[in-house]
């Protein structure tokens, strides 16, 4: 095929399933928080099951009146939401779905390329909570700044202990030299990764950056409409690439029976299941607070992934 | 990665990444100059991230794609959060801080200069003939900067890593006060 024609199908392939998935998992959870409450949830927006409910959220959003606040610093305010939503996006084209080259780009340093776009959209509720001119929000901010620093240590260290294994930083590359027995080989690594993303996500039980009863949203109470839509994708986005980046450095990604064909499929059945637990986790477990969590992240979380780390040369040695 | 200078394509006849190369470079001495010159205190740490986005994406057309991940993960993700972390606890108002000067603007732009002269200095003396063909395989993959760091430079690397290790320890003692001290 033309190598540029190649190019955009996969652009857009990126593109298609950066809109479609994050509003599954949000729809998801409408659906699976209101059952575990005895509720319904939506049930009249596209008739079946409210199928379309976030479809008419958006509708709603698009239609409110974007403010920006009198003492807000304008241009920050409205750059905010797209720093905090691109990165997920770009972080996309990286993460292999099926084998054989199902992935948007292959990028030779992919694991480092992930984790620094992940980063970087915390940058965008700091810009939101600092610009809103509002003592909420720029606790929110500060919230979110002291959160990312406790949780990327670990997240870095348990991701190190995959690259370790696999000898390589490229994720194809990771998945290519998978074999089932790492499951239980990084199952510490694992946990680790996938908590310390919650928190980098600010996903209850980590979420004290958005505290609803208590700081009002945040760095977010100052957004109206549209933008306020984007930040709300962007946190939707984040659990599509957690749930993702977990299944494929953890579980296996595409792995499974009959993964020359449906591999894709085992990818995404790994992180519809992560996204669930994501979702069951928030309807489960009362926030943290804010210096718990501190203390959390440095006294438990970084001494179980050195562990990891530690195991993982071990066994590698001795493999080897 | 050391082709003859024979084969030096020229100045004259810039490639497209050349020319990228330069624009971007731009970019990001101007952004570097707002981030400097600029009253608005987190206006200042936000341009820093242009500048320093601007040059992980110069050491990605230079084929060093590892190095400008880990620009990326540690400058921006990292560095520059903690930064604004900073300016967050103090008061960072929004709009201008008229005393956000120094007197010392010129000592300052002395040492800049300097410094910017000898680094300059040092890397055309170090890679006079070298040419890097942006081209063919990448030549700063992963795989070639690790073997790179841990073959040959495996002592500054560890050197390194315990001038680091001196200084978290030392931070970690001046930040410390003891309870009866107070």
Known sequence: MNPTLDMVLRAVGVLVVFMVLPLTVGQAEHKVMAHMQGRLGPMYAGGFHGWAQLVADGVKFVQKEDIVPTGADRRVFQLAPVVALLPYLVVLIAIPVGPHGFVGATVDAGLFFVLAMMGVGVLGSLMAGWASANKFSLLGALRSAAQLMAYELPM????????????????PGLLSAFHWWWIPWQLVGGLVFFTAGLAELQRPPFDMPVADSEIIFGAYTEYTGLRFALFLLAEYAGIVVLCALTSVLYLGGWHGPWSGSVGWLWTLVKTGLLAFVVIWLRVSYPRLREDQLQKFAWTVLIPLSLLQIALTGIVKVVIS | MNLAVASHPGFLSPTGVEITF????????????????????????????????????????????????????????????????GLMMTKAPIGRSPDADSDNRWT??????????TLVWVVVDAFRSTWVSLGGAAQGSTEVTGEFLFRQWVLPFEALSVLLLAALVGAIVLSRRDSRER
């Open chain 1, 156 to 171: 870095l260290l348990a991701a190190a202990s995959v690259a370790m294994a696999a000898g390589t930083v490229s994720l």
């Open chain 2, 22 to 85: 330069v624009l971007v470079g731009l970019i990001t001495l101007g952004a570097a100059l707002v981030t400097v010159t600029t009253k608005q205190l987190v206006h200042a740490a936000l341009w820093l991230v242009v500048a320093l986005g601007g040059l992980a994406v110069e050491y990605l057309l230079l084929t060093a794609e590892f190095i400008a991940w880990v620009q990326v993960l540690i400058y921006v993700g990292s560095v520059v959060v903690l930064l604004l972390f």
């Open chain 2, 108 to 117: 300052a732009l002395a040492v800049a200069v300097l410094a910017a002269a």
